[in-house]
């Protein structure tokens, strides 16, 4: 039979020329369903700035301090001793000196650093790796009261005490330590003359102050409760910070530019001004997301208190480490914020333990809860890895957010009402014609997030999303 078969009726490739076509609206990958945005009460800022008043902070809040290391060597800014509480009003010449007589130590994992009941008397500031902070509980067992990281410090006050030490310190990381023990304070601070007065004074005003503030640092509300008689009524009032913080609407911009011969020629089925107004518009609102998030000026990684840090005590997700995220924020809280990866390592931990989440529907959509709190995925939490072509695999964050300006929480800010207005505090404006024919449109979104307390975030650290559990009856038994 020949392989050229008579044609007898137009075929379907040919036929198709006739056809219409079915099309779709352009489509793109990156588009998410930027649940943080939806989820976020949103706050109307007129004039751009909107100023969160605080009560006056008496006592300096412990702060992280920024080390570098570089080989076997790590070091820091003098000036960062500040960011010890106790070391807050020391002068200029002391914190020099002091921060001359550091050594660096590098520690194997196991390692007892301090020893409940004992006297060392050192400072230690972690470089790199995590200790655990332990002591002995009423019953005898040893109870883990915090778990640091770097940046964080302990034995401070040690240095200025004859007590012996009320915890135990452990390293669970090889580690690298800065450390001052009190002969180096000492040998440091008679130096000069006056300079061992100096530092105690500065340590008794630091001491007294913190008699009479609450464990927030606000000054005390001197009241009276009791059926007594004939008591004198205490006087008092509650002072401001003198220097609110002040947010200003930030701004994500671009121009859109289409050929009027596009738009005039071939505008269906689907409007090519509109086409591309849409798709810019969404990758404006995942930059949206993503400066929420990361921005360093107001992103939620970024204005988190050092003390509304924790980090995981193994580095999976366990529930446990959510149970403590929930301890930190405790009044409402509203959903908790993390990678997709890191969603998925914690139901693992939760389905190796035996208790799978409960979902619940938020947005017609199912998303696994933690004690009532939904786990809402967010990929602008991103997995930091130490290969650059591994995006998937390394550590994250997660966030648990209380909202709401009544409940002093998390609040986004925009200014709805703005010229040009497509969208809430979103604009679309002609920028005009060139000599070309293409018209310029200039799109504009303002918007900023406000954390108005500190206790309103909080953040899991040092979340790895890349450890899976072997289970025993999955292996092959030997015959």
Not at 168 to 174: A, L, Q, W, Y
Not at 442 to 465: I, K, P
């Amino acid at each position: 039979m020949s392989d050229n078969l008579l044609q007898r009726s137009v075929t379907t490739a040919t036929a198709r020329n006739l056809a219409n076509t079915t099309k779709t609206s352009p489509k793109m990958m990156s588009i998410t369903p930027r649940w943080s945005l939806s989820l976020l009460p949103w706050v109307q800022v007129d004039g751009g700035t909107y100023r969160v008043n605080r009560t006056k902070v008496e006592l300096s809040k412990a702060e992280r301090i920024g080390v570098d290391v570089t080989g076997e060597k790590a070091s820091f800014a003098p000036e960062s001793l500040r960011s010890v509480p106790l070391f807050s009003k020391l002068s200029d010449v002391i914190i020099g000196r002091m921060a001359s007589r550091f050594s660096t130590a590098n520690v194997s994992l196991g390692n007892k650093l301090l020893v409940e009941g004992e006297d060392r008397s050192d400072f230690f500031i972690i470089a790199q790796g995590q200790v655990e902070v332990l002591s002995k509980g009423v019953h005898g067992s040893d109870l883990r009261l915090a778990l640091l990281s770097e940046g964080e410090y302990f034995g401070e006050s040690d240095l200025v005490s004859d007590k012996p030490s009320d915890v135990t310190i452990r390293t669970i990381t090889p580690c690298v330590l800065l450390t001052l023990s009190r002969k180096d304070l000492d040998a440091a601070l008679a130096e000069e003359p006056n300079l061992l007065d100096e530092f105690r004074r500065a340590i008794t005003e630091h001491q007294e102050l913190q008699s009479t503030v609450n464990r927030y640092g606000e000054r005390n509300i001197d009241l009276v409760s009791g059926f007594a008689e004939n008591v004198e009524i205490p006087e008092t009032f509650v002072d401001y910070s003198e220097h609110p913080r002040e947010y200003s609407l930030s701004a994500v911009q671009t121009v859109v530019r289409v050929h009027t011969r596009v738009s005039d020629l071939y505008n269906g089925p689907y409007d090519q001004l509109q086409e591309q107004m849409r798709l810019t518009i969404e990758g404006i609102k995942e930059r949206q997301e993503w400066d929420l998030i990361n921005s360093k000026k107001f992103g939620l990684l970024h204005s988190a208190d050092p003390a509304m840090r924790i980090s995981t005590r193994y580095g999976a997700p366990t529930p446990d480490d959510l149970d403590e995220l929930l301890a930190l924020v405790w009044k409402k809280p509203a959903f908790f914020l993390a990678h997709p990866k890191a969603i998925a390592a914690f139901e693992r931990e939760c389905t190796w333990r035996g208790t799978p989440p409960p979902t619940i529907d938020l947005f017609g959509t199912p998303v696994i809860t933690w004690r009532g709190i939904p786990l809402v995925p967010c990929d602008k939490l991103e997995v930091k890895s130490n290969y650059r072509s591994n995006q998937w695999y390394g550590t994250t964050s997660i966030l648990l957010l209380r909202t709401g300006e009544a409940d002093q929480g998390v609040v986004g800010l925009h200014q709805a009402g703005i010229p040009g207005e497509i969208m809430p505090s979103l604009s679309a404006r002609l920028m005009g014609l060139d000599s070309l024919g293409v018209a310029s449109y200039l799109l504009t979104l303002y918007f900023s997030c406000a954390v108005l307390t500190d206790d309103a975030l909080g953040v899991l650290e040092n979340v790895e999303v890349g450890y899976y559990h072997d289970y025993e009856h999955r292996k092959a038994t030997p015959k």
